[in-house]
């Protein structure tokens, strides 16, 4: 979500836009910043709270009276940021659309309602979407927010045809579909040397097929297809290695472990180097050397996508603009938004196949075939997912709610 809201805000700049930020977290510059703790989700009263309001059906008067304290809380920084930057447009990231953070939604869904700002609410997932909100005790909550239902000066934007259509059945609101993007417009930069020794720091020999699979680890990535796929590439003698880029996610280390001891009993080499692989280069505690993704991804051979569910899919573009070939589970998304627009991947259906493994050891092999490939995903890419795609909607929209060309 982070990576959106940042390209969102780099567009809206050029087209000669100011951005401010109001975040529990920020890494943006403090002259164009609003830092208010509470609102981060992983702030320790706000996963105390959460933990409540979604493993029980019933709630107390202290609970209620807790999230409302914290709502006004949120509100009263939400009130304190648009007149510290004289706001014209507020864009919720995510927080309309998923209950996270509840007091959060409820603030931004009241400010807007008593302030009538204008807003494009970003909606990535839905409540709906994620089977730990089913149950809660707050259903009151998540119908007045996530999503509100607004008119007039308010926008939704979904990341795909399917949230669109659940969006419009589920609470009948109207939205535009924006899906992620990327900047196609500028190919990725020359290695500058960093990450020369990235194979040699994670012990990865020259002559290894180098697979990466560039997620976080939680169960819908589907990392144990990747696994599989690896297997029958080592059967048939090649020398490979599994490299899954990131740590768990915030859904345990069940399945970590799961992936760790199949991974044994397959006999493969799985390297789970999210202590190695960060969000800036730098060292860790022990002083070993730390890795961005992008400092990963010109060391791939291949790279494995078989998510059983995406919203959309940041790691598809993110190889297609490396120009990676790649293996892709036909999730639904995928299926319906993406797949028809005639991009060349290995497709699966749930199973790694013989014909999968044929398929993947064909491009493997034929590197003049692989370029031609992976030159016309990113051609393609460029069509659908660049930031010029991003520039033309977000103008609408802004056009919409001001009645001009923007």
């Known amino acids: 979500m982070t990576l959106e809201a940042k390209k969102w805000a780099r567009v809206l700049e050029e087209k000669g836009h100011r951005c401010f930020w109001f975040a529990g977290k920020l890494d943006t510059p403090e002259a ?18 959460q933990s409540r309001l979604f493993d029980r059906k019933e709630r107390g008067r202290e609970t209620s009276d807790q999230i409302h304290a914290l709502r006004e809380e949120m509100k009263d920084a939400l009130y304190e940021f648009c007149a510290k930057f004289d706001l014209d447009l507020l864009i919720p990231q995510n927080i309309l659309a998923i209950p996270m953070h509840v007091p959060l939604g409820l603030a931004m869904t009241e400010f807007l309602a008593e302030t009538r700002t204008p807003a494009i609410a970003h909606h990535h997932d839905f409540v709906w979407e994620r089977e730990r909100f089913v149950h809660s005790c707050v259903p009151d909550y998540l119908r007045m927010a996530f999503p509100p239902r607004f008119g007039g000066r308010f926008r939704s934007v979904v990341i795909n045809s399917m949230g669109q259509a659940d969006l419009a059945r589920r609470a009948g609101l109207p939205s535009t579909v924006v899906p992620n993007v990327f900047d196609f417009e500028n190919p990725p930069p020359a290695p500058d040397g960093y990450a020369d020794d990235f194979r040699a720091q994670l012990g990865i020999s020259k002559d290894e097929t180098l697979v990466l699979q560039p997620t976080r680890v939680v169960p819908r990535k589907g990392i144990e297809h990747a696994i599989e796929l690896v297997r029958e590439l080592q059967k048939r003698g090649r020398k490979i290695c599994l490299l899954v880029s990131h740590e768990a996610g915030d859904e345990g280390l069940d399945y970590h472990d799961l992936l760790k001891a199949r991974a044994d009993e397959a006999g493969i080499r799985c390297h789970f180097a999210g202590d190695r692989i960060g969000e800036i280069r730098g060292e860790d505690a ?3 050397k730390v890795y961005t993704l992008w400092d990963a991804y010109p060391h791939a051979d291949f790279v494995t996508y078989p998510s059983l569910y995406e919203g959309f899919g940041n790691a598809f573009l993110e190889t297609l603009y490396f120009s990676k070939p790649m293996l892709v589970n036909r999730y639904s998304v995928y299926t319906r938004d993406i797949q028809p627009l005639g991009f060349e991947v290995v497709e699966m259906d749930g199973v790694v196949t013989k014909n999968i493994a044929d398929q993947v050891e064909a491009v493997l092999d034929d590197p003049e075939g692989e370029a031609t490939m992976v030159r016309h995903n990113y051609e393609l890419a460029g069509r ?21 060309d923007s």
């Open 32 to 49: 164009s910043s609003y830092l208010c703790d509470k609102a981060f989700f992983d702030h320790p009263e706000i996963l105390e709270l």
């Open 286 to 288: 022990g002083g070993n």
């Open 384 to 404: 659908y997912f660049s930031h010029q795609v991003l520039h033309r909607t977000l103008g609408q929209l802004v056009g919409e709610l001001f009645g001009e």
